[in-house]
Structures are given as C-alpha cells and as structure tokens.
C-alpha cells in the first residue's frame, strides 16, 4: 500500500511524471496494438539525441539538469507525431527541437513548442518527413481513457481550459457545419473528434504551459483563434493536420498576448523560499 502511494506522490509532485506516463501509454499503444512501424532504434535513437542535446545547451547555459524531463516528453512527442524514412532526419528533428529551446527566445521565455518546432522544420527541410493523422484507430474507449488522463494532468498544471475552449469551440463550429448545415448524423461529427492525433495536439501539444500564453484570459483568446484557424484550414482547404501548422505560425500572437495581459511566467516546480522563524532557525516552504 505504501509503495502504491509513493509512486501516486512520485506522479503528481511534478506534472512531467504525468506527461511522460501519458505519451508513453500513447506510444505503447500504436506500437503494440496498432502495429506501427517503428523500431527500437528509431526510439533509442531520438530519445538520445533529446535528453543528449537538452543535457549539452544545459552545460553550455548553466541550467537545471532535471530539466532532461521535459527532453523526453519532447523525444516521445516527436516518436508519435513525426514519422520518415530515415534515421538521421529524426535524430536532425530532435537537435533542431531542443536547440530551439536555448536559442530562440524572449523575455526569457522560449517561443515554440520544441516538437512542434522539430516537426515543422523537418517537414519543411526534409523530403522524407511527415505527419500521419490516420494512424490511430477508433478505440472509443482508448481514447476516452486518454483523454481523462491529459485532462488530470492539465489540472495538476492549471491549463485545462486551454483544451477545453479549443475543442468546445471546434466541436461547437463542426457540429453546426456537419449535422446543421449539411445534415449529417451525429456519428459522422464524432468520427472527425476519435483521432489520437487531434487529442495529442489538444491535451498535449497546445497545452505546453512553457509556450502557450502565460495568463488565463489571453489562453481563452489564443485557443478560440487556433479552433477557428484549425475549422477553417480543414474544411475548406483540405489539411488535415492544420492545429500543428497553425501552432507553428501563431507563436507571434503568444508574444503579444504576453504583453498585452502580462502574468507570473510558469514554473514545473516553485522555487523554494526561506522563512525565517524564532532563534535564527529557518524553515522552507513552497512559493504558493
């Protein structure tokens, strides 16, 4: 029982445990039961030159070494999302991610979400690179399951609403498309929402509490923009993994809103202040 409620305490008192935990659950499940075509080296491969690359600009900079966490919920965003060919693009695709983190950054805050970023790039510059939106399936009950867990752990960071105003608004704009307007059976709404690509961009992707808009007003402004960005682009021209495109070049809109309504950057763990009590003794306390 107590190890059982340490690994609970373990998960929760950093919501990287619970990310890791989540992807990990996604890849195991479309390799094992989808029988995607990935291998272990392929794996090993961009897992290595994540944490690898995140552990040299950290030496270079003199950052935190815990920081090879959010490296790997970036190496197995990039082994969902990213597929190609060739070992070297993918491993290109995880230096280019990481290095993004370091290098292009304002009010010292990095401005893309490093998958995101290696994704786009490595589609842009590579030949042999892609996303496969209908590679997941239909487990209804898989992705019910998913979904609850990356709603978890956006509680536990406190950017829920960032998911839930982007796919309400979406599923609000596809359903007075498809069933209002064209006249289609509720069935046929639910398909386009029982993609695993379109819950990882949502619980995951556009929920990176380190690239999104910092305040809660302006993650409401900037998830209703990229819902209708995303209904529009899919709709009418056809591309059927326009959220990663969009997140890609709405990364200007995140710098104003920031200035706009200015808030406290996020923090994975609050820093630790000193307080001083009786006889000169010091006790310590989470910043709240």
Known sequence: MKEWLSSIKFLYED?????ILYLSIFLYYGINELSW???TLQIVSVIGSTVGTQMIWTKITGGKYNSWKSALITALGLCL???????????????????SKFVIRIKNKHLFNPANFGIIISILVFQDAWISPGQWG?????????????GIILFKIGRLETSIVFLGS??????????????????????KFSSGTLLLFAFFM??????????????VIWSLILAGATFFLTNWVQIYTAPIWILFFMTPLTV????????????WIKPIKKVK????????????
């Not at 007075?176 to 069935?187: A, L």
């Open 15 to 19: 919501a990287r445990h619970m990310q």
């Open 37 to 39: 075509e990935v291998s």
């Open 81 to 99: 999302l990213l597929k190609s060919t060739s070992l070297l693009t993918l491993i290109l695709a995880a230096v280019l991610a990481i290095s």
């Open 138 to 150: 239909s487990s209804a009950l898989f992705l019910f399951a998913l979904s609850v867990l990356g």
């Open 170 to 191: 979406l599923f609000l704009m596809e359903y007075f498309r498809t069933v209002v307007y064209q006249g289609w059976e509720m069935d046929v709404l639910f398909h």
């Open 206 to 219: 556009i929920t990176d509490p380190m690239t999104i808009p910092n305040a809660r007003k302006s993650r």
């Open 256 to 267: 104003l809103l920031d200035k706009v309504f200015p808030q406290t950057k996020f923090e």
């Open 277 to 288: 009590v009786h006889h000169g003794s010091i006790i310590k306390m989470n910043e709240i």
